[in-house]
Every structure is written in structure tokens, then in C-alpha cells.
């Protein structure tokens, strides 16, 4: 079964979304092959519980607090995030590090209060376009690995997804080729294996992200070690988005 996990970003009012879960969700007839999690902005989790309520569809959020609870005004708490009914959370997207200046410490601050709260993590890794030029990929994608599962059990890695998301393909139109993502996602299972073990490495979820449309979604998710899609852009109009779901 492949996963696929749409971010919208800081995209669509509660009225909008509203009315893409209402166009989507009936017609999302995959549901037998794909596991489909729908990362929305958090003025929308909450009616979006209860519009999904009865469908395979999960709920994601694209952030969450490293703190507990208490006087971090203006922060949405692991706890808060898992009673309105989210399942997955997208933690050290590239955006939030490098706009939010969120550091490995933080994101693995948040990757440990995330499953604290039974919570599912996404946590994106990737390389930018000078690292890339300048051979460092799998420099990049082991110390992003390695320093966001610090500290982490083996058997907590089953709530763990990891996303390739090369920043270069972010919203670029640029997505990485097949051949590149076979071996972001070969040093990806290596790093998981050296730093746990070789079942843990097999097991672990890899999607990719990165400017996929539905010109590119079927051979992407066909790449050697590829479990599924983290969809940007091109999530957002739902008839776009079932006609990708369409071609998985
Ligand atoms: P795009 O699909 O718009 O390139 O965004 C990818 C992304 O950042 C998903 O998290």
C-alpha cells in the first residue's frame, strides 16, 4: 500500500477546505491501495474531523509545539493536536527550519513530544541546491537523520515516516528524477540501519516530496525503496489531487 500525504501549507480558510473535503472525500475511491493522511492548516482540523468522521481519510497537522503546555502563547500542543482527531504531524519541513530558524534540537524536542502524544511523525529531510552541487546529499540527509532521532527507541520507529524533501524541488516545478530519489532514499535505509538496525531500515516509511504533479506522481512512486508522495501544490484542487490519487 502506498502512502500519500498532502501538506497545504498556509493555504485555504476553514470555508475553503470545507468545500474540498466535501468534493474530495466521496470520490476517494483508493482507499484499498493508499493510505492517504491530509496535513491541514489547524483552523481547519477540527470540522475536518467530523467531515472525515466514517472515511479512510487521516488527519494530519504541519506543526506542533515542542513545549508541554502552559505560557507558550500562541503554540498548538501535541495534546491539543491529537483530542481534535490528528494522526500525523509534519515535523522539520524545510520551510519551518530555515523561515522559523528551527534547529535538529527542536526537531527532535518536537519529534519526542509528538509521539508522547500517540501521535504519527513525518519528519522531512533534505538537501539544497549547493549541497547537492557540491556532492553533500548524503552528508546532509545523515546528520538531518541522525540528529532528529536522537535519543529515540527502536520500536518507536513504526510511527516514524520519513520524507525526502530536496529543498531545490520544493515548489520549483523541478522535481528530483527517479535515479536521484533511489539513492536519497538508499542513504535515507542506510543511515536507519547503522543507527538502528536492518529490519528497522526495511520497515521504516520513505516517501518523497518535492514539486509532484501528475505528469511525474507515477514514476516516483515507483523508484526502488519509495513507500509513497508528500504532495504540496499540487494537493490543493481537489480535482487535481483525485486525478493524481487516481494514478497511484
Ligand atoms: P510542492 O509539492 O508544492 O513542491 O511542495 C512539497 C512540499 O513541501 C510538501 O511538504
Known sequence: MKKIVANFKMNKTPSEVKQYLMTLVPRFDKAENIDLCLCLPYTSLSEAKY?????????????????????????????????????????????????????SKIINKKIKIALKNRLNVILCVGESLAEKNTLKTLDTLREQIEEALKGLYENELESITIAYEPIWAIGTGKNATPREIEYAVKVIRK???????????????????????NKNVASIIKAKGVDGALIGGASLDANMFLNILSLI
Open 51 to 103: 467531515l472525515l468522521k466514517g472515511y479512510p481519510v487521516k488527519l494530519g497537522a504541519q506543526n506542533l509545539s515542542e513545549c508541554e503546555a502552559g505560557g507558550n502563547t500562541g503554540e498548538i500542543s501535541g495534546a491539543m493536536l491529537k483530542d481534535v482527531g490528528v494522526d500525523s504531524v509534519i515535523i522539520g519541513h524545510s520551510e519551518r527550519r530555515s523561515r522559523f530558524k528551527e534547529n
Open 191 to 213: 543511515v536507519v540501519e547503522d543507527d538502528f538496525s536492518t529490519k528497522a531500515s526495511k520497515e521504516i516509511c520513505v516517501l518523497y516530496g518535492g514539486s509532484v504533479t
